[in-house]
């Protein structure tokens, strides 16, 4: 795993923009895997001004979500249907009919979780796909003690994901118990990761990820199998490591052909 430290959010949330616009502009039918929550607002927001004022043009793009909450329509304020329409989907030219988010409402969760494997599958793949980290090292909704091979498919949350994410929610509102997410197996099928972590609260999880044992109890340590994972940071979030100076020295001396 490639180990990134810029000096502040805003400037990893730059940096993570302009590995995106880089492969779309590379490949202008490329595949995107998305994540919610508020780690990767500065980096939607960064893709939105690239569209409005340099023209970086999704109209090719696919996209997919990694979850959804269980009993959540689209309308829901706290559903990712209405997260992503709000903080991304409605700033750019992505056609509604490119992006897929899982069914928060399905009768049949397992056939809902079938069909979207099946849809990335039939897409061609994830080229890249941006992560979260969850304070106790989940990824996606794969919460500790997940399979390393698991695949898209409903998951209960841990009371500590549940306060988590209650923020999101209007007072009084119950977070709900369960969820369909991506696999961690399904996330290390895409081509390309870039684990985006901020601030202090997230640096034990990103330690135990980045330099302990790959274990199902941290989650995010799996990525250590990807052939191509990013881990970008801010220097709160990267506070615990302790190769610091190092994964600075790397990035720092890359060759000519490895730089953006």
């Known amino acids: 795993m490639e180990v990134i430290i810029e000096s502040t959010q805003e400037a990893a949330s730059l ?85 897929h988010i899982p069914d928060g409402l399905s009768t049949d969760i397992p056939q809902t979780c079938e069909e979207y494997e099946s849809s990335i599958r039939q897409a061609g793949g994830i080229d890249l796909q941006i992560l979260g980290i969850g304070s106790d090292g989940h990824i996606g909704f794969n919460e500790p003690s997940s ?66 044992p790959i274990s199902p109890l941290v989650p995010a340590s799996a990525l250590h199998f990807h052939p191509r994972a990013h881990a970008i940071l801010d220097e709160a979030a990267a506070s615990k490591l302790q190769r610091n100076e190092y994964y600075r020295h790397v990035f720092t001396n890359k060759p000519l052909w490895q730089r953006l």
């Open 147 to 212: 399979s390393l091979a698991s695949r898209t498919r409903i998951k209960t949350l841990t009371p500590r994901t549940r306060a988590d994410n209650a923020p999101f929610f209007g007072p009084g509102e119950e977070v709900p118990q369960h969820v369909i997410t991506m696999g961690i197996g399904t996330i290390l099928e895409t081509r390309q990761v870039l684990l985006l972590g901020f601030g202090e609260k997230k640096a034990d999880a990103l330690a135990a990820a980045i330099e302990g």
């Open 15 to 99: 940096l993570a923009a302009k590995m995106i616009a880089a492969l779309v502009h590379s490949k202008p039918t490329a595949v995107l895997g998305l994540a919610t929550g508020s780690t990767p607002l500065g980096l939607y927001r960064e893709l939105a001004r690239m569209h409005r004022d340099e023209g970086l043009d999704f109209r090719q793009v696919t996209s997919f979500n990694l979850d959804e909450y269980v009993g959540l329509g689209p309308s829901h304020p706290a559903s990712y249907h209405h997260f992503m329409r709000e903080n991304f989907f409605q700033h750019i030219n992505l056609p509604a009919q490119n992006t």
